[in-house]
Nanobody
Framework: QVQLVESGGGLVQPGGSLTLSCAAS????????MGWYRQAPGKQRELVAT???????NYAASVKGRFTISRDNAKNMVFLQMNILKPEDTAVYYC??????????WGQGTQVTVSS
C-alpha cells in the first residue's frame, strides 16, 4: 500500500503563488508517475500535471507556463509550484501516484482558493 499526504494549500489573491507538496510512503517502486489533479465544485476531477520517475512531464493546457511540477525521487515527494494564480484555479488539489502495474493511489486533497 501507498499513502500520499498533501500540504501547502490555502487562500491566495489572484496573481499570487503557492507551492503544494506531496509525500508518498509505503511500498513505492519505480518507475512510476506522480502528479496533481484538481476538482472544483460541481466539476469533474481533472489532470493538472504529472511527472514520471524519469522526469517526463505532462501539463494541462490551462496551467502550462504558470505551474511547474517537480519531484524528489530520493524522498518520494512531488511538488507543484503555482504562479499567476487565477480564480478559476480554485479547487481541491489531489496528489496521485500510478505504479508500474497501474495501481493508483490518491491523497486526501488540499484546498486552494484564489480570491481577493
Amino acid at each position: 500500500q501507498v499513502q500520499l499526504v498533501e500540504s501547502g494549500g490555502g487562500l491566495v489573491q489572484p496573481g499570487g503563488s503557492l507551492t503544494l507538496s506531496c509525500a508518498a510512503s509505503g511500498s513505492i517502486f519505480r518507475p512510476n508517475v506522480m502528479g496533481w489533479y484538481r476538482q472544483a465544485p460541481g466539476k469533474q476531477r481533472e489532470l493538472v500535471a504529472t511527472m514520471s520517475s524519469g522526469s517526463r512531464t505532462n501539463y494541462a493546457a490551462s496551467v502550462k507556463g504558470r505551474f511547474t511540477i517537480s519531484r524528489d525521487n530520493a524522498k518520494n515527494m512531488v511538488f507543484l509550484q503555482m504562479n499567476i494564480l487565477k480564480p478559476e484555479d480554485t479547487a481541491v488539489y489531489y496528489c496521485n501516484l500510478v505504479g508500474i502495474r497501474t495501481d493508483t493511489y490518491w491523497g486526501q486533497g488540499t484546498q486552494v482558493t484564489v480570491s481577493s
